[in-house]
């Protein structure tokens, strides 16, 4: 794994996420997903690529958790292209993720359309980190180093309600440094695996529904109490108190289908 810093940093990269790059498709492009390259033949670069494939990403899933796009709305990718100022090419291969992700579903004649059920995606996710992240809590209070500790005091500080103007993106970037390294620690590839994937929608919870500040505060207080037991090594302590943590934030959403 990556410092603690850049795997945050990638995370919430781009908050809020803005979609901009200038229209590049012939009219006429088909609606299939499957076998699309951009006009004139030649891909942006990897990296621009991927960015706006994760952009593009975001914006149909925020659509669907906010309720704008119901179960079985078809989705089609011309007119994403066009509303978001993109060529097809991103929008394709981000129609291609949500539906390996389970959240659209592909019709036999390759269409996308949304799966019933899927916005409460976020919520469901949450349902799942009630069931890991506590274990994992546990596990990785007995496996945290002091560096990962010290690095977690130090962004804890930094995150101090009100104590500087940018209190609030502090306290992003630890709830996220905290919950990850947790993840990392805990001592199981496939269950640190599994809760890296949860937590990239998380940023999605941000952009969809910013947390007010006395929400994020009372998070902070609680993740507090999660790092004093990661320090103390106590591991059931630290499955109670995320535990906790998580049904609170669940009770204190922002909107129904967004925690």
Same mark, same amino acid.
């Given at each position: 794994?990556?410092?603690?810093?850049?795997?945050?940093?990638?995370?919430?990269?781009?908050?809020?996420?803005?979609?901009?790059?200038?229209?590049?498709?012939?009219?006429?492009?088909?609606?299939?997903?499957?076998?699309?390259?951009?006009?004139?033949?030649?891909?942006?670069?990897?990296?621009?690529?991927?960015?706006?494939?994760?952009?593009?990403?975001?914006?149909?899933?925020?659509?669907?958790?906010?309720?704008?796009?119901?179960?079985?709305?078809?989705?089609?990718?011309?007119?994403?292209?066009?509303?978001?100022?993109?060529?097809?090419?991103?929008?394709?291969?981000?129609?291609?993720?949500?539906?390996?992700?389970?959240?659209?579903?592909?019709?036999?004649?390759?269409?996308?359309?949304?799966?019933?059920?899927?916005?409460?995606?976020?919520?469901?996710?949450?349902?799942?980190?009630?069931?890991?992240?506590?274990? @994992? %809590?546990?596990?990785? !209070? *007995?496996?945290?180093?002091?560096?990962?500790?010290?690095? $977690?005091?130090? #962004? &804890? /500080?930094?995150?101090?309600?009100?104590?500087?103007?940018?209190?609030?993106?502090?306290?992003?970037?630890?709830?996220?440094?905290?919950?990850?390294?947790?993840?990392?620690?805990?001592?199981?590839?496939?269950?640190?695996?599994?809760?890296?994937?949860?937590?990239?929608?998380?940023?999605?919870?941000?952009? @969809? %529904?910013?947390?007010? !500040? *006395?929400?994020?505060?009372?998070?902070?207080?609680?993740? $507090?109490?999660? #790092? &004093? /037991?990661?320090?103390?090594?106590?591991?059931?302590?630290?499955?109670?108190?995320?535990?906790?943590?998580?049904?609170?934030?669940?009770?204190?959403?922002?909107?129904?289908?967004?925690?």
């Amino acid at each position: 794994m990556g410092s603690m810093s850049n795997q945050v940093n990638s995370l919430l990269a781009g908050l809020p996420s803005a979609v901009k790059p200038p229209p590049d498709e012939p009219q006429g492009a088909r609606d299939s997903v499957p076998g699309c390259v951009a006009a004139g033949g030649q891909d942006p670069p990897a990296s621009a690529e991927s960015s706006r494939v994760d952009a593009v990403y975001e914006q149909i899933l925020l659509r669907i958790v906010r309720g704008e796009l119901a179960g079985g709305s078809e989705l089609k990718s011309t007119r994403i292209a066009r509303e978001l100022g993109l060529s097809r090419t991103p929008v394709v291969q981000a129609l291609q993720r949500l539906a390996a992700d389970g959240i659209v579903a592909l019709a036999p004649n390759k269409r996308a359309v949304v799966r019933p059920g899927a916005e409460n995606w976020l919520v469901e996710l949450h349902e799942l980190r009630e069931l890991l992240e506590p274990a @994992a %809590a546990a596990r990785a !209070a *007995e496996r945290v180093t002091e560096a990962d500790l010290a690095e $977690l005091d130090r #962004l &804890a /500080a930094e995150a101090q309600p009100h104590a500087q103007p940018d209190w609030m993106a502090a306290a992003q970037r630890f709830d996220f440094a905290l919950h990850l390294r947790i993840a990392d620690r805990a001592g199981n590839f496939a269950l640190a695996q599994t809760l890296r994937k949860i937590w990239t929608y998380k940023r999605i919870s941000y952009l @969809a %529904a910013p947390e007010p !500040a *006395e929400t994020l505060a009372k998070g902070y207080q609680e993740h $507090l109490a999660l #790092l &004093a /037991a990661l320090h103390a090594r106590d591991a059931e302590t630290a499955r109670a108190a995320m535990l906790f943590h998580l049904r609170s934030a669940a009770t204190l959403r922002a909107a129904r289908n967004i925690v």
